[in-house]
Nanobody, 127 residues
């Protein structure tokens, strides 16, 4: 059992930055993978990025690859998502997700692969 809690969401102006954090408790394996999805109203949940806690390997969606960075925050024991040059189209509820699997980018970009989810944090980018 894994519990996930997101933080760091909020309101930011077009072009601004935010850093999201995901804290996990419960069972933790060396192959633990944690990532981020987002969902805007009327749209399907969209993969953003994921990191393998053990290896440090990352997978990022093409749509955000140049602007977002996922990384381990060792001091806080969290998985963080640094979001720069935010745009109104980035507005969504952002969810932290975790799984004990690791596979291809196609596999890891599917929400059905993740067993654990946080409650979500709202990110709103205003023009």
């Amino acid at each position: 059992q894994v519990q996930l809690v997101e933080s760091g969401g909020g309101l930011v102006q077009d072009g601004g930055s935010l850093r999201l954090s995901c804290a996990a408790s419960g069972r933790t394996f060396s192959s633990y993978a944690a990532g981020w999805f987002r969902q805007a109203p009327g749209k399907e949940r969209q993969f953003v990025a994921v990191i393998n806690w053990n290896s440090g390997s990352t997978i990022c969606a093409e749509s955000v690859k140049d602007r977002f960075t996922i990384f381990k925050n060792r001091a806080k024991n969290t998985v963080d998502l640094q979001m720069n040059t935010l745009k109104p189209e980035d507005t969504a509820v952002y969810y932290c997700a975790a799984t004990f699997r690791w596979g291809t980018s196609r596999t890891m970009s599917q929400s059905s692969e993740y067993n654990y989810w946080g409650q979500g944090t709202q990110v709103t980018v205003s023009s």
